[in-house]
């Protein structure tokens, strides 16, 4: 039966944090993608991985050292934006080398790759209960944080100029921000992995605006095809034992593509119709 798989407690678990990450990472998202800022998520994910490796070698919690570490990266990230004012993409490359450097070396002086290997790639399978209780409190304060401040975050995804002169303090939510994208890929890693987990940032956001039409349906539709592509590839992953952040990345691309297509389909028929209907006229 396809819904034995929720007999299995490792499965149950999976599916909590999954669909939690399917929430708070298009929601993230969004704005990141509007900012023209997609790639920061590629870059924390991988600073994260050093933060793993520093909890694995330390035998403390790997999310939690992770998520200190992504923090970090994200002050450094905000800091170099300011010295390179007109090269911005600058800071991410800095801060993406240095923390694969570092975590390339801390990785080789762990004697835990397989425990290593499970956040590069995510794994439902080492999903613990510790897991569940860390990310449904985080999870909770992404979500509040961007709905208390859900205008400011708008002002400052198409203008920060503008968002200045409109009296937002543009400043301090950019630091909350990049706090909040180093909570949420931290809390990815065990179900996407660090090295996936960027793309749920990006991919359900490039999904929706090939149908929305409107800042809020970007976002209703994001989450929706991030929780698609989220339970999508966590049953796959299980009845095909397969690494759960790459089928569900997969799922996703499979998703965009679909909608590609629709879009292209509805358009060359409105397109049909238009003209018919010109014909009739004339």
Do not use: W
């Amino acid at each position: 039966m396809l819904l034995d798989i929720f007999t299995y407690s490792f499965m149950q678990r999976a599916f909590i944090v999954g669909n939690i990450i399917a929430v708070i990472c298009p929601l993230i998202g969004v704005f990141l993608v509007l900012k023209r800022l997609s790639l920061i998520g590629n870059t924390l994910s991988h600073v994260a991985l050093t933060g793993v490796a520093i909890g694995m070698i330390l035998g403390l919690y790997p999310i939690y050292t992770a998520l200190f570490v992504s923090v970090l990266a994200a002050f450094g990230i905000e800091k170099l934006r300011k010295n390179y004012k007109d090269y911005a993409e600058l800071s991410l490359s800095i801060i993406l080398a240095t923390g694969l450097g570092l975590a390339t070396i801390l990785i080789s002086l762990s004697n835990n790759s397989s425990g290593i290997f499970s956040y590069l790639f995510g794994s439902i399978s080492m999903v613990t209960e510790q897991d569940v209780l860390t990310v449904i409190p985080l999870a909770m304060v992404i979500i509040g944080i961007i709905l208390y401040f859900y205008y400011g975050f708008f002002f400052l995804a198409f203008n920060e100029r503008d968002a200045k002169l409109a009296g937002v303090p543009v400043k301090g939510l950019n630091i909350l921000f990049m706090v909040l994208v180093s909570i949420a890929v931290s809390l990815s890693m065990r179900i996407i992995g660090g090295l996936l987990v960027s793309s749920l940032i990006t991919l359900p956001v490039a999904t929706s605006l090939q149908l929305a039409k409107s800042f809020k349906e970007t976002i209703i539709y994001s989450v929706i095809f991030s929780l698609l592509a989220v339970n999508t590839g966590l049953f796959i992953s299980f009845y095909y034992d397969l690494a759960s952040g790459g089928t569900i990345i997969i799922a996703s691309v499979i998703y965009l593509i679909g909608a590609i297509i629709y879009k292209q389909v509805n358009t060359y028929f409105y397109k049909r119709s238009e003209l018919a209907l010109d014909v009739n006229d004339n």
